[in-house]
Nanobody, 115 residues
Framework: VQLVESGGGLVQPGGPLSLSCTTN????????VGWYRQAPGKQLELVAN???????TYGDSVRGRSTISRDNAKKTVYFQMVDLKPEDTAVYHC??????????WGQGIQVTVSS
């Protein structure tokens, strides 16, 4: 499925972040959907995902200051995070999995945390 991300950009330290990812493909309600991120020179890192049954999972670095949610009718997944830090600077990719099978990968959206 094709995934289109929006949000991100330049965020001040301590500020909030909102990302969304939508698709016009079918089967969205069957997928795990969520976000990975990759900072320069670092490995890909799971940010968060939400299961078809609406159960969220968060990466260690964002747990406690982020929320992921989904709207199956709108085929959209949302991610909000507060108290952003410079180390949150990365390219954030939306993805969709059917079980362990990758069904979609977004082109990525830059998030830069800087004053």
């Amino acid at each position: 499925v094709q995934l289109v991300e929006s949000g991100g950009g330049l965020v001040q330290p301590g500020g909030p972040l909102s990302l969304s990812c939508t698709t016009n493909g079918s089967g969205f309600h069957l997928y795990f959907v969520g976000w990975y991120r990759q900072a320069p020179g670092k490995q890909l890192e799971l940010v968060a995902n939400v299961s078809p049954r609406n159960s969220p999972t968060y990466g260690d670095s964002v747990r406690g200051r982020s929320t992921i949610s989904r709207d199956n009718a709108k085929k959209t997944v949302y991610f909000q995070m507060v108290d952003l830090k410079p180390e949150d600077t990365a390219v954030y990719h939306c993805y969709a999995n059917f079980g362990e099978i990758r069904r979609g990968w977004g082109q990525g959206i830059q998030v830069t945390v800087s004053s």
